[in-house]
T-cell receptor, first 115, second 112 residues
Framework: EAGVTQFPSHSVIEKGQTVTLRCDPI?????LYWYRRVMGKEIKFLLH????????ESGMPNNRFLAERTGGTYSTLKVQPAELEDSGVYFC?????????????FGSGTRLTVV | AQSVTQPDIHITVSEGASLELRCNYS??????LFWYVQSPGQGLQLLLK??????LVQGIKGFEAEFKRSQSSFNLRKPSVHWSDAAEYFC??????????FGGGTRVLVKP
C-alpha cells in the first residue's frame, strides 16, 4: 500500500509569504495528524483530524496556521504570513484507529525554511 | 507534566557492536510507547510499540525494547549494529488523547 505522502519535500520562502503544505494519508485512514520539529527541538503535535473534523488542535501555535481536510481525504496546512520561527520540518501521520493500537504511519516531512 | 526524555543526544558505536538507547517517560499510568527511526532523507519509521503484556518487545530490523515500569523506561537495544542503522531515533508515548509526545531524539553514528 502507498504510504503517507507529503509535498513539497522542501520549501524556501521569504518572511511574510504564504506556504501551503499538503499531506495525502494512507487510503482508508480516517485519522490524520500534523506534527512539527523546529531546529533542535522535539517533534511537537499540531493537530488531529478525524475524517474532515478537527478533533484536537491544541498544538497549533497561532492563527497564522490553518489546517483543512476537505472531504476527509488529503489535508493542507497553510502558514500565512510565514515568520522566521516557523522554519522546521512538518510531518504528517495517519492511522487506522485513534487509539494508536495499529501505530501511526508518518510521511517523509516537508522541510520549511523561512528567510 | 507528561514528558519523554532521551538523555543521549548523540551516540557513536562501532559496526558490529551492541547499541542501547535510553528513554524515560513521565506519566501517572502506563502509556503506549513507541520507538521511531528517521534515516537521512526519510520519514519516521515505526520500529516497535508497547501497549501491554510481555515487557520485552521485538521490532523490525533486529531491534527490541524493554518496558520497565519501576524505572519508567523503555530502552531500545540491538545486539549488533550495521552501518545502515546510522539514523536518528525517537522515543514517543501516547497518553490520554490521541497525540504522541516525543523525546528529543538520539542521533546514532556508526563507525566502520
Amino acid at each position: 500500500e502507498a504510504g503517507v505522502t507529503q509535498f513539497p519535500s522542501h520549501s524556501v520562502i521569504e518572511k511574510g509569504q504564504t506556504v501551503t503544505l499538503r499531506c495525502d494519508p494512507i487510503s482508508g485512514h480516517d485519522n490524520l495528524y500534523w506534527y512539527r520539529r523546529v531546529m533542535g527541538k522535539e517533534i511537537k503535535f499540531l493537530l488531529h483530524f478525524v475524517k474532515e473534523s478537527k478533533q484536537d488542535e491544541s498544538g497549533m501555535p497561532n492563527n497564522r496556521f490553518l489546517a483543512e481536510r476537505t472531504g476527509g481525504t488529503y489535508s493542507t496546512l497553510k502558514v500565512q504570513p510565514a515568520e522566521l520561527e516557523d522554519s522546521g520540518v512538518y510531518f504528517c501521520a495517519s492511522s487506522l484507529s485513534d487509539s494508536g493500537l495499529y501505530g501511526y504511519t508518518f510521511g517523509s516531512g516537508t522541510r520549511l525554511t523561512v528567510v | 507534566a507528561q514528558s519523554v526524555t532521551q538523555p543521549d543526544i548523540h551516540i557513536t558505536v562501532s559496526e558490529g557492536a551492541s547499541l542501547e538507547l535510553r528513554c524515560n517517560y513521565s506519566y501517572g499510568a502506563t502509556p503506549y510507547l513507541f520507538w521511531y527511526v528517521q534515516s537521512p532523507g526519510q520519514g519516521l519509521q515505526l520500529l516497535l510499540k508497547y501497549f501491554s503484556g510481555d515487557t520485552l518487545v521485538q521490532g523490525i530490523k533486529g531491534f527490541e525494547a524493554e518496558f520497565k515500569r519501576s524505572q519508567s523506561s523503555f530502552n531500545l537495544r540491538k545486539p549488533s549494529v550495521h552501518w545502515s542503522d546510522a539514523a536518528e531515533y525517537f522515543c514517543a508515548f501516547k497518553a490520554a488523547g490521541n497525540k504522541l509526545t516525543f523525546g528529543g531524539g538520539t542521533r546514532v553514528l556508526v563507525k566502520p
